[in-house]
């Protein structure tokens, strides 16, 4: 039943909402205009110039030291030996490390929330990104051993230009001259110590760097200049995962398919999970595998430097990382992680947060007289003047006002009240009436 005084509440108004975004597109949001990808790409030319700015004045700083007979760090003069020390390796891996924050910039230079280009959700999600890193080792560990095992038992891994096993070594083992197995005894450098503790500090680092800038912020920006949801979805993963293998430099055909292979299934995690924490720690992991033999085998100089592997052992590591990404894949989902950007709740008039115990849940157009100022009114309703209390003085009630908590007989007739004169279906001395011929 409706009340006299006031007229059907008309539904809230239709709030528009924009499309879900996925990762890919998170940086197309309701602000999105076409040239605010240019604002990205700016920041990250300016970076670039900054920090090879940055090298000009140390190499400046180089030859004036030199000239006055202070001797330091020449880059010019670094050999391969250098990268592989542990300094080395530390320059290097910080190095790549500042991908992170270069796509922190640019994401907040194009939409002003940088934390988009973690997750949908605009934040490292530490549980998904650690725990993917366990479940990654833990597969890639007995898998990259079998492989090997694998390929050196069958002789498929040969060394082109020696024609001997490149996985395993073999030699006399005792008076017995068994067979020693390729991976025992270890040779590590005398350094190895200093190595691992880079290793272990700033390889996770360096390989976040690369995946916030390839499937972080050039990813989705990209994205951000595409409409239609599946070629926003290919274009970039197809694009930077070329880039990121072109980026490694010189390499044979079966080693660039290895990392493209890596670059798209990479791109698939950040899809398929909202984010890059996946993707990072299937990175972290293969990385922190690779770099633990070499120092193991003091390869690390080989490792870091190669050019080629053989067709069977490119194809045993796509075929490794395939498997690993699937699990991970499974893992991942089953925590159910968020894939879109979540939208900010609804606002409008009449549909702001209750005030008092309720506070920040969405209030319909009834909301009582602390939902807003007076005269605000929601959708349907009627101005009504706020309620002053003691504004209303002793016999000056109106009908239905409130007075000495009573409600004083009387009809509604023109907005006047005639005591004494309530018909049926009206307020009297407490009870209601019936008219005659109407159903109660």
Not at 217 to 228: A, D, N
Not at 270 to 276: H, P, Q, S
Not at 391 to 404: L, N, R, T, W
Request: hydrophobic share 50%; net charge negative.
């Amino acid at each position: 039943m409706t009340d006299a005084m006031t007229p059907d509440a008309a539904p809230p108004p239709a709030v528009p909402t924009h499309p879900p975004r996925e990762y890919p597109q998170a940086l197309r949001g309701p602000r999105h205009r076409w040239w605010r990808p240019l604002l990205g790409l700016a920041a990250v030319v300016a970076c670039t110039l900054l920090l090879f700015g940055a090298m000009l004045m140390y190499a400046l700083a180089v030859v004036i030291a030199g000239a006055v007979g202070v001797q330091l760090p020449d880059p010019s003069s670094m050999t391969d030996a250098w990268f592989v020390s542990p300094a080395g390796l530390l320059v290097t891996n910080l190095g790549l490390t500042l991908g992170i924050p270069l796509a922190l910039v640019a994401t907040w230079a194009q939409v002003q929330r940088a934390g988009l280009v973690s997750s949908v959700l605009g934040r490292v999600r530490w549980r998904l990104l650690l725990g993917g890193i366990g479940v990654a080792l833990l597969l890639l560990v007995p898998l990259t051993l079998a492989g090997d095992l694998l390929l050196t038992q069958t002789g498929l891994a040969v060394d082109a230009g020696t024609g001997s096993a490149t996985g395993a070594e073999s030699g006399a083992g005792g008076s017995s001259g068994e067979e020693e197995s390729g991976w025992w005894p270890l040779t590590p450098s005398s350094s190895w110590l200093a190595l691992a503790a880079v290793m272990v500090l700033t390889t996770p680092l360096q390989a976040a760097g690369e995946e916030y800038f390839f499937r972080g912020w050039l990813s989705q920006w990209i994205g951000s200049l595409l409409r239609w949801r599946w070629l926003a979805i290919a274009v970039p993963a197809i694009v930077t995962a070329f880039l990121f293998a072109l980026a490694h430099g010189s390499q044979s055909p079966w080693l660039f398919a290895d990392r493209l292979v890596f670059g798209l299934i990479a791109s698939l995690l950040v899809w398929r999970t909202g984010g890059l924490e996946i993707a990072v720690a299937l990175h972290a992991a293969n990385n922190l595998l690779a770099f633990s033999l070499a120092i193991a085998y003091d390869g690390l100089e080989e490792s870091l430097l190669i050019t080629e592997v053989l067709p069977v052992e490119g194809a045993a590591s796509i075929i490794v990382t395939i498997i690993t990404a699937v699990v991970l894949l499974w893992w991942a989902r089953r925590r159910r992680p968020a894939l879109v950007v979540p939208e900010p709740p609804a606002t409008g008039p009449g549909w702001g947060p209750v005030a008092g115990p309720a506070a920040g849940h969405m209030a319909g157009p009834m909301a009582g007289p602390a939902a807003g100022p007076a005269g605000v009114v929601g959708p349907g309703m009627a101005a009504m003047p706020a309620y002053q209390p003691g504004s209303v003085s002793p016999g000056s009630a109106q009908p239905g006002s409130v007075e000495s908590g009573t409600v004083e007989s009387g009809t509604v007739e023109s907005g006047t009240a005639q005591p004494g004169t309530a018909q049926p279906g009206t307020v009297e001395s407490g009870t209601v009436e019936p008219a005659k011929g109407e159903t109660t």
